[in-house]
């Protein structure tokens, strides 16, 4: 880990994700209970994570071809920019009393395209900068920090939503954009794309048109993953892990609301015991999955988030729900 630390560029790349996840959790957070409490609707939830998916069936076949064409640094910056303009606009309508439910649904969709780009581009970044010996190190570190940032912000938000409000809340998530621009910015200089072969095919690659080149990289994304369907099968996995920390989403704040009758402070708890269990996991998920290997520690942390899962609506007390949040959040740090 320090060795991983000693790394300026990584250690910018960190903090910007960081602080960009710490916004962007605030955000996810303010908006949930929003709009729970201006529509009193679990299905309004369920609509609003349903409605962030869709970008992601659309983009992610293409986004793999365009993250290796495009420099990554360039592109984060790039997404983070459009996203951080986007949100002061609804900012700016929450302080003037005209923001819309229907409104708040447009923002989500539009930011979570830019994530759905973002993530696997900060990946490639990471694996771009680390040694290989070190990348199993540097991405928990990544996850980790991103999934505690995510969770403590909407611990945050849960302690200070009574006092700041949607707009006060989407206008620190701007504020973090900025910072996460400036990180970027002082990573690095230059364009860093996936290396090709040399000789006649390079030349002939040249000769081909914008768009003949990315549907000859497409057509052979699409004829690796037919030969390798491990990677297929990861991905079905990765697809419904993501599916269900995004109805989780939905779950957590009803949770508080309905059962556990803590309102937007026992939101903020739930959120910190999985903060903090996503934090410290960094510390043993690396040694663990060495001890146990990939497969079996994947098994073993996906069996811990399905029984806390199940058991945590039988919770009674916040004490005991925050402290199931916090073995689920350490348990989805060694699964990430």
């Not at 992601?56 to 365009?66: C, E, H, K, R, S």
């Not at 994530?115 to 070190?134: N, S, Y």
């Not at 849960?158 to 621009?181: M, Q, R």
């Not at 811990?304 to 689920?328: E, I, K, Q, R």
């Amino acid at each position: 880990m320090r060795t991983i630390l000693r790394k300026r560029e990584l250690r910018l790349v960190f903090m910007a994700n960081l602080v960009s996840m710490v916004g962007s959790g605030m955000n996810s957070a303010a908006v949930t209970w929003y709009v729970l409490q201006a529509t009193r609707s679990e299905m309004a939830l369920g609509t609003l994570v349903m409605i962030q998916t869709i970008p992601a069936l659309l983009m992610l076949p293409f986004t793999g071809v365009i993250i290796d064409r495009e420099d990554r640094r360039h592109l984060v910056i790039f997404l983070d920019t459009v996203r951080a303009l986007f949100i002061l606009g609804i900012a700016a309508l929450a302080f003037l009393g005209r923001v819309h439910v229907w409104q708040l649904y447009a923002m989500a969709v539009f930011v979570s395209a830019g994530f759905w780009m973002f993530w696997p581009t900060v990946t490639a970044l990471i694996q771009e900068l680390t040694p290989g010996a070190e990348f199993v190190h540097a991405n928990s570190f990544l996850l980790a920090g991103v999934q505690g940032g995510w969770l403590l912000a909407g611990a945050i938000v849960g302690f200070t939503y009574n006092h700041v409000g949607l707009a006060g809340v989407l206008l620190i998530d701007f504020s973090t954009y900025l910072v996460s621009i400036a990180c970027y910015l002082a990573v690095r200089q230059g364009r860093h794309v996936v290396t090709r072969p040399g000789g006649l095919h390079e030349q002939a690659m040249r000769a081909e048109g914008a768009l003949a080149r990315y549907g000859r990289e497409l057509r052979e994304g699409v004829h690796y993953l037919r030969g390798n369907r491990y990677v297929v099968l990861l991905g079905i996995s990765s697809a419904l892990f993501t599916a269900a920390m995004l109805t989780q989403g939905v779950v957590t704040a009803p949770l508080s609301d309905r059962i556990l009758h803590a309102g937007s402070v026992g939101y903020g708890w739930l959120n910190a015991g999985w903060a903090v269990g996503a934090l410290l996991s960094v510390f043993y998920v690396a040694p663990l999955i060495q001890r146990l290997r990939s497969r079996a520690a994947v098994a073993f942390s996906m069996a811990m988030l399905t029984g806390c899962l199940a058991g945590a609506p039988f919770s009674h007390w916040l004490a005991v729900a925050v402290f199931v949040y916090f073995v689920m959040g350490s348990g989805r740090g060694v699964a990430g």
